[in-house]
């Protein structure tokens, strides 16, 4: 059954990938913008057990590793991206006020996203990859973080609905 699960996300992902590369990179917006796999990798971590979630968020790192617009080395994401959503599975089974709270999801897969940002930068960092300065980093962050508090609750439903649909939970934001 678990197989049939993967091999159906699998291709949601990859298809969440390619239209984060295709279309949302294309969009210049001011202070960084936003990842889109980032949030959709995140709500699935929350929505899904921490066994699953380390799995997505393997999948989900491998692809950012991947992506033309990376700048660090590879596994790096892939590393930080099984932390990140092994914390919020754990985070999100946890929390019984999170069940049918939209508002909640939200905040957590945005502070999420801004603690992943700075554990990139940190391990950038220690990896020896070169980052610009401090003004331009902190103007990264807010805006990185300022843009998932706004994507967050317009993608939530879809990407709920395309986790129940993969994993049949009767669940749905």
């Known amino acids: ?3 049939r699960q993967i091999s159906t996300a699998l291709p949601i ?5 390619i ?3 295709a279309l949302v990179n294309q969009f210049h917006l001011p202070g960084g913008g936003f990842s889109l796999i980032l949030i959709f990798s995140l709500i699935w971590a929350i929505l899904s057990s921490p066994e699953l979630a380390a799995l997505s968020g393997f999948i989900a790192g491998l692809l950012m590793d991947l992506s033309p617009s990376s700048s660090g080395p590879i596994g790096q994401w892939t590393l930080l991206m ?4 092994c914390a919020v599975s754990y985070l999100g089974s946890g929390s019984e ?3 049918g709270n939209p508002l909640g999801f939200t905040f957590l897969t945005t502070s999420a996203i801004f603690l992943v940002e700075i554990a990139y930068l940190t391990t950038g960092a220690l990896l020896g990859v070169t980052v610009g300065g401090f003004t331009q980093i902190l103007i990264t962050l807010i805006g990185i973080t ?3 508090l706004l994507v967050t609750p317009l993608v939530l439903p879809i990407f709920s ?4 649909f993969t994993f049949n939970t009767r669940s749905v934001l």
Request: aromatic fraction near 16%; proline fraction near 0%.
């Open 1 to 3: 059954m678990i197989r």
């Open 13 to 17: 992902y990859i298809a969440v990938f």
């Open 19 to 21: 239209f984060q590369e």
């Open 82 to 85: 099984i932390a990140a959503c």
């Open 97 to 99: 006020s999170l069940s």
């Open 146 to 148: 300022i843009w998932s």
């Open 161 to 164: 609905r395309l986790h129940a």
